[in-house]
């Protein structure tokens, strides 16, 4: 087991605590999803893989507009997670586990729509690795279809390379909830540690590691016209209502 399997199975349970609401952000993601899908020409009849599904967020939000979602994950810890939230939610969702460097290994089929959302993509250490998760990722693709992915703007944080992210403060019944992420910088990697400080009744804190690599939007958007793209845009957080830059390319 990987450090980012290791890192997901072990914050399952708690990684809604970094929503002040999840229920409403699945709403609100799908609807910035689904205003892109729109975009590009896609109704709710397509064929979507969640190729990073973690608990659900995204893929249950789209299922409830009427999607037909496919999701997998790297972390049998979020697919369990995932597979009891689609079921309280009423959405009939396929899960599988899966790399997204090998999604070929688990699914023949090919998808109208991939999305991997929620800067899964950077969890790929060195720029070969990318390369593999992309190329991947677009043979899962139909011919015209579209692939969707948000990173952190690492174009702007590797100018000053921040050592933490601010704070979440989130009000509950009995008390408030922070979640916040220390940054350890080596060069374009960097380790990252997510702390979620329970408030309430009784004071409890949680911490979690992992690694990243600060990928900038040119090599994205390089691998994506290299592997079969016609074309890649990305769209920033004032154009989309989303916490983070998305790029949609179209195979």
């Known amino acids: 087991m990987n450090i980012t399997q290791t890192f997901y199975d072990s914050m399952a349970a708690q990684y809604d605590k970094l929503f002040q609401d999840w229920q409403a952000a699945t709403r609100e993601q799908a609807g910035i999803l689904d205003r892109l899908f729109r975009e590009y020409g896609y109704d709710r009849t397509a064929r979507v893989l969640d190729c990073a599904c973690g608990i659900g967020t995204q893929a249950i939000g789209l299922a409830a507009l009427g999607y037909a979602v496919t ?19 009423g959405v009939q969702i396929r899960f599988e586990h899966a790399d997204f460097c090998r999604l070929s290994d ?3 089929e090919p998808f109208d729509i991939v999305i991997a959302m929620d800067n899964a993509l950077p969890h790929m250490l060195t720029g070969r690795a990318l390369a593999a998760a992309v190329k991947s990722i677009l043979g899962q693709l139909r011919e015209g279809g579209l692939f969707v992915a948000s990173i952190r703007d690492y174009d702007s944080l590797l100018t000053t390379r921040p050592p ?20 350890d910088w080596q060069e374009e990697n960097y380790r990252l540690t ?9 004071l409890r804190i949680s911490r979690f590691a992992c690694e990243y690599r600060a990928t900038r939007r040119e090599e994205l958007t390089k691998l994506l016209l290299d592997n079969g793209c016609s074309a890649a845009a990305w769209k920033f957080p004032e154009e989309t209502g989303f916490y983070q830059p998305i790029v949609a390319a179209r195979k």
């Open 71 to 89: 999701a997998s994950d790297i972390s049998d810890g979020e697919l369990a997670q995932a597979r009891d939230r689609a079921a309280k939610n």
């Open 106 to 108: 688990t699914f023949t």
């Open 164 to 183: 933490y992210s601010p704070p979440y403060i989130h009000k509950t019944d009995k008390g408030q909830r922070l979640s916040f992420q220390t940054w």
């Open 194 to 202: 997510q702390y979620i400080i329970e408030d309430e009744e009784t």
